[in-house]
């Protein structure tokens, strides 16, 4: 029995030097010191044995599982190191592999121009206040002095949510919600998204954006209201811009006038993109109508305040030389690419 527990030592440690991996190591614990392992089958088998001869041999059988196990636990953590080390050099990085390049993004040319604007405007003291798309008809008509039924709502029909709420046609509800909100001096800018029902071409587009500028203190007159337009055009379209203000009516205006640039691509002698008047038009303006005033508590006995309003797209189409609006909706990489 002694030279069969020896050949079994002799066998498992054989095998333990040559093993490679984990799951075959633990094949060889198994298959000697296993439930049913040759080991075990030694130890069941020594009920057979004399008294003298007990002792001995399980004490080699202990001596022997004894080895094995440590063998065991020793291989154990050679493969585990070996596992290891195969996985990190598999993991190592080539750092002169190449990368992926990434594009670096750029602002839309509607924002870069409404960005523009913001800094003219906040350059000159101006706050920038912000209101609802979707508006209450009364802040939206009523109280700018459009009453229902007013014809000047036809040039700004839009999308009805019911009676009394719309999406906003422009961003004149703005100022009434600053003059109920803040007594003067106020001296804000608006901007945002409006809404008209338009048909799509390339100079309209039912959704658009405007920038809303009012101005309310103590005295304020129409000069300052074209001392303020000239700066910021000269800012806008170059030092040589001149403005050019023409009567017009906005039911909350008064005196009311449509305002042009001097042509930013011929400089007034006309051009294509001035149809040859040398003159562009790119806002709305006035002395804010004393009804306004009264509407939002302010007494137009003692102040007086001037308004504008202006189109983000056809200022950028200026700024940028583009000749059909839509493209600035398309999002299509290579016009936008270009500025
Ligand atoms: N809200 C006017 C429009 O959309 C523009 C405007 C604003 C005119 C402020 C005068 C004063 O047409």
């Given at each position: 029995?002694?030279?069969?527990?020896?050949?079994?030592?002799?066998?498992?440690?054989?095998?333990?030097?040559?093993?490679?991996?984990?799951?075959?190591?633990?094949?060889?614990?198994?298959?000697?010191?296993?439930?049913?392992?040759?080991?075990?089958?030694?130890?069941?088998?020594?009920?057979?044995?004399?008294?003298?001869?007990?002792?001995?041999?399980?004490?080699?059988?202990?001596?022997?599982?004894?080895?094995?196990?440590?063998?065991?636990?020793?291989?154990?953590?050679?493969?585990?190191?070996?596992?290891?080390?195969?996985?990190?050099?598999?993991?190592?990085?080539?750092?002169?592999?190449?990368?992926?390049?990434?594009?670096?993004?750029?602002?839309?040319?509607?924002?870069?121009?409404?960005?523009?604007?913001?800094?003219?405007?906040?350059?000159?003291?101006?706050?920038?206040?912000?209101?609802?798309?979707?508006e209450l008809d009364y802040y939206n008509f009523e109280a700018l002095n459009i009453p229902k039924n007013h014809p000047s709502r036809?040039t700004q029909?839009?999308?009805?949510?019911?009676?009394?709420?719309?999406?906003?046609t422009q961003t004149s509800p703005v100022q009434i919600r600053v003059m109920e909100a803040k007594k003067p001096?106020i001296?804000?800018?608006?901007?945002?998204?409006?809404?008209?029902?338009?048909?799509?071409?390339?100079?309209?587009?039912?959704?658009?954006?405007?920038?809303e500028g009012l101005v309310v203190d103590k005295?304020v007159t129409m000069?300052?209201l074209?001392?303020?337009?000239?700066?910021?055009?000269?800012?806008?379209?170059?030092?040589?811009?001149?403005?050019?203000?023409?009567p017009h009516h906005f039911p909350f205006t008064e005196p009311s006038a449509?305002?042009?640039?001097?042509?930013?691509?011929?400089?007034?002698?006309?051009?294509?993109?001035?149809?040859?008047?040398?003159?562009?038009?790119?806002?709305g303006a006035g002395m804010v109508h004393p009804k306004v005033l009264e509407v939002c508590g302010i007494d137009p006995k003692i102040y007086s305040g001037f308004a504008f309003g202006?189109?983000?797209?056809?200022?950028?189409?200026?700024?940028?030389?583009?000749?059909?609006?839509?493209?600035?909706?398309?999002?299509?990489?290579?016009?936008?690419?270009?500025?």
């Open positions: 029995m002694r030279e069969q527990i020896e050949a079994i030592a002799r066998e498992a440690m054989e095998k333990l030097e040559n093993v490679q991996d984990m799951k075959s190591l633990e094949e060889i614990r198994v298959l000697f010191l296993g439930k049913k392992g040759k080991l075990t089958g030694i130890l069941k088998g020594m009920g057979a044995l004399s008294a003298e001869e007990r002792p001995v041999i399980g004490q080699l059988v202990n001596e022997v599982r004894k080895q094995l196990e440590d063998s065991i636990t020793t291989n154990k953590n050679r493969l585990l190191q070996k596992e290891r080390e195969e996985r990190i050099a598999k993991e190592t990085i080539d750092v002169t592999m190449p990368g992926t390049l990434l594009s670096r993004g750029r602002k839309h040319p509607l924002t870069q121009v409404l960005d523009e604007i913001k800094e003219v405007f906040i350059g000159m003291g101006y706050e920038i206040a912000e209101g609802p798309e979707v036809d029909d839009s999308f009805y949510i019911n009676e009394n709420v719309v999406l906003r001096p001296k804000i800018i608006c901007p945002g998204r409006v809404y008209r029902s338009d048909q799509v071409d390339a100079t309209h587009s039912p959704i658009f954006h405007q920038v005295g000069g300052d074209i001392g303020t337009l000239q700066v910021f055009a000269k800012s806008l379209f170059g030092e040589n811009t001149i403005i050019r203000l023409r449509e305002v042009d640039v001097s042509c930013w691509a011929c400089g007034g002698k006309g051009c294509r993109v001035c149809k040859n008047e040398g003159w562009i038009e790119i806002l202006l189109g983000v797209e056809r200022t950028a189409m200026g700024r940028f030389n583009i000749d059909d609006m839509r493209l600035l909706y398309e999002n299509d990489m290579r016009f936008l690419k270009q500025f």
